[in-house]
């Protein structure tokens, strides 16, 4: 059996992806900021060093898989966190755990977001993650940004799932020629203490982004069925695919894009 | 009130469950339109996908109609509003079962 490493792996859909892998027998180190095997902030440069190093210090004969799952939603008034935990607290511990892959050619799997299709993430943020990869000067530029405004978190958010898939495209040829798979997961909105909670016009809004596997139930995604679709593609199964961004989301994205086949 | 009538008013009101009503269960719409302006164009399949795909435009201000004039039975003209972009354009019912229901539906830039 395998040794994987998850992040944010105590609960939602880092938690159920814990105990498929449990159950097939998997061994598992959740890195989270809390309740992990490893705690870490992985929203700080310290924090994602310090994970590296336990982790390397945990498994040196390598590892089969990293799945990067931390992350915040847009609704969380501190913009810096967005972007320091969903992108560069996702990239970094990949690089850093890239080496523990190779050992055994492993895979890495990362969590993107099915609103990466819909048009409401900054391009130009996209950008500056992609292509300057300088976080600091990218905390300082969005330091002056309102925070107060909840559609403006979630262009943040939106940016930085858009990001991970870029990155996710561009790191996976050279990967995979020494032996490291790279995929991600697109989810849907998915069912968390937090999406229960919505109500009013921030209900209407969930509701408006259908799921047409949930047709007539204003039923979300569940973390299981994200969860299988990532273990999937940790598997064996999964050993032809490499670079791609796998929606998860019953639908909705065929639903608004169905144009777009590539 | 007749096919096209009644498609004109659940656009104008954005209703999007009246306007799947008025499709046939695998009843299809067409939008040529929003490839002018450089959006993908509408190929929505089934009366549920429509229901869900209207509302979706509907409720986030994607997609409006203004100034409709019914050309005849299975026409109608009308300016369409694809996030922000206006578009002069005229539907066609080009197709109904014997219910009355719409088959195909098409909308194209007049």
């Known amino acids: 059996m395998g040794t994987y490493a998850i992040t944010g792996g105590s609960g939602g859909i880092g938690g159920q992806t814990v105990k498929l892998l449990k159950e097939a027998g998997h061994e598992v180190i959740n890195i989270d900021l809390k309740g992990g095997d490893i705690s870490a902030n992985l929203a700080s440069c310290e924090g994602r060093r310090e994970a590296i190093e ?80 300088n976080e600091q000067m990218i905390l300082n530029l969005i330091s002056k940004w309102d925070s107060t405004n909840l559609s403006v978190g979630n262009s943040i958010y939106v940016a930085t799932k ?30 968390t203490p937090m999406t229960a909670a919505l109500q009013g016009s921030a209900r209407d809004a969930l509701n408006a982004l259908p799921i047409p596997a949930r047709y007539g139930q204003e039923a979300l995604m569940v973390p299981e069925e994200i969860a299988g679709a990532i273990v999937f593609l940790t598997s064996k199964y999964a050993a032809g695919i490499n670079g791609n961004i796998l929606f998860v989301d019953g639908g909705t994205d065929a639903l608004l894009n169905s144009e777009k086949v590539y | 009130m007749n096919i096209i009538q009644k498609y004109i008013e659940t656009m104008e009101n954005r209703d999007y469950e009246g306007l799947a009503e008025l499709f046939d269960c695998d009843g ?59 578009v002069m354009a005229i539907a066609t019912i080009r197709y109904t079962n014997e219910e009355g229901l719409i088959q195909k539906l098409s909308v194209r830039p007049k």
Not at chain 2, 54 to 65: A, E, L, M, P, W
Request: charged share 20%; hydrophobic share 40%.
């Open chain 1, 162 to 191: 858009y990001a991970l898939a870029r990155w996710v495209r561009r790191i996976s040829s050279s990967w995979a020629a020494r032996g490291v798979r790279v995929n991600a997961v697109a989810p849907g909105n998915v069912q």
């Open chain 1, 54 to 133: 336990e982790l390397h210090q945990r498994c040196p004969d390598g590892l089969d898989g990293l799945i990067c799952n931390a992350g915040v939603s847009g609704a969380v008034s501190n913009l810096q966190l967005i972007v320091s935990l969903n992108y560069f607290g996702t990239i970094e511990l990949a690089k850093g755990s890239f080496e523990l892959l190779r050992k055994k050619k492993g895979c890495c799997v990362v969590t993107s977001s099915n609103t990466i299709s819909q048009g409401a993430g900054r391009m130009d943020l996209v950008d500056l993650l992609n292509n300057s990869g």
């Open chain 2, 28 to 86: 299809t719409l067409v939008d040529h339109c929003p490839k002018g302006t450089l959006q993908p164009e509408y190929h929505v399949y089934g009366k549920e996908a429509i229901n869900m795909f209207f509302r979706n435009k509907f409720t986030f201000g994607k997609f409006s109609i203004s100034e409709p004039e019914i050309i005849d039975e299975r026409h109608a003209k009308f300016v369409a509003n694809y996030s922000g972009y206006m």
